[in-house]
């Protein structure tokens, strides 16, 4: 059995200060993983496209 195992920090325990720091570092990790998504979902949207693209643009030159 560990003898150094840290002790539980009860929600009482954690100030004000900690739980707005946390709040933070949540809604930011979840700001950049939407921000990641949508990045994904446009490459995602121009790779599909792209033939049509390519189509459109011989058509146009030819």
Not at 12 to 34: A, H, V
Not at 35 to 62: D, R
Request: hydrophobic share 40%; proline share 5%; with cysteine.
């Amino acid at each position: 059995m560990r003898q150094n195992k840290k002790p539980r920090i009860e929600p009482s325990q954690i100030s004000e200060q900690g739980t707005d720091k946390y709040g933070e570092n949540i809604s930011s990790g979840i700001k950049c993983f939407l921000l990641m998504l949508g990045a994904g979902g446009f490459v995602a949207l121009i790779l599909w496209q792209l033939p049509n693209l390519a189509n459109f643009i011989l058509a146009i030159k030819g």
